[in-house]
């Protein structure tokens, strides 16, 4: 999962679950990843149609969205899953999918709403309770965004979401539809080479981002790790669990699948 490489997404992660909780109790988050596959592939033919191929819209750019749950929902498992969407019934993939999955509370303790000035108003929301409002497909282009709402104010990783360079926090201030401080990262990709730009250059945008893996996973084979705190195996899991959830609630066939 290169995304969790990013500069961004790792300022991201700091910022919204590290010391400072910068959002405080997390609520919502909001992720989308969709293209338009006419642009570029030829229908049925191509790969991204073809299930025994690993086509459809579930694994192609499902699990952007759902990694993004994942990482500020702290990598826990839903408590439920609720998947809609339009499936090629010739082809047997889904084309696009709208996904809201549901976390239950870590604690029992409700945390206070406002300052310690207002004691006695109680947020009726408990600690780690919260749902995230996933879409993506292959029919039509979205902006690619990343937003995470908390009780203190919300984060954009903005676009593409999948290998972001830019970071916008807006800061809650007293009152509703009040804001206070907005905070802004930016993080540059590298320069190209010579090399890269006399071979035609990259595909995909901010392909330049897969250094940051790649640094990472030198560094994880150097000190004798065998998986990277990024995105772990027992994430990847949960990650695809929630896609296989997914996939039966729309009715479609697994790769192996007769």
Known sequence: MWTRFFPAVQKARDLALGGEKVLGEIASVYSDFNFNAADS????SSFVYQRKLGGGANLLVGPYPIAAASLFFNG??????KALGQVDKEMGIELQSAVVLSFSPTDTVKPLMVSESDSGNIYPKL???GVATLSYGMLCETPEETTVVGSKGRMKIES????????TVELKAEGRGQLGKTLRFDYPLPKDTE???GSGGYIYPNSAGFCYEAAAVARCIASGKREAPQFTLEETILNLKIIEEIRNQLGVKAVHEE
């Open 160 to 167: 593409p979401g999948h290998c972001p360079t830019n970071l």
């Open 127 to 129: 600690p780690g309770a």
């Open 195 to 197: 090399q890269i730009i």
């Open 76 to 81: 826990r498992m839903p408590e439920n899953t």
């Open 41 to 44: 592939e030829e229908y049925p």
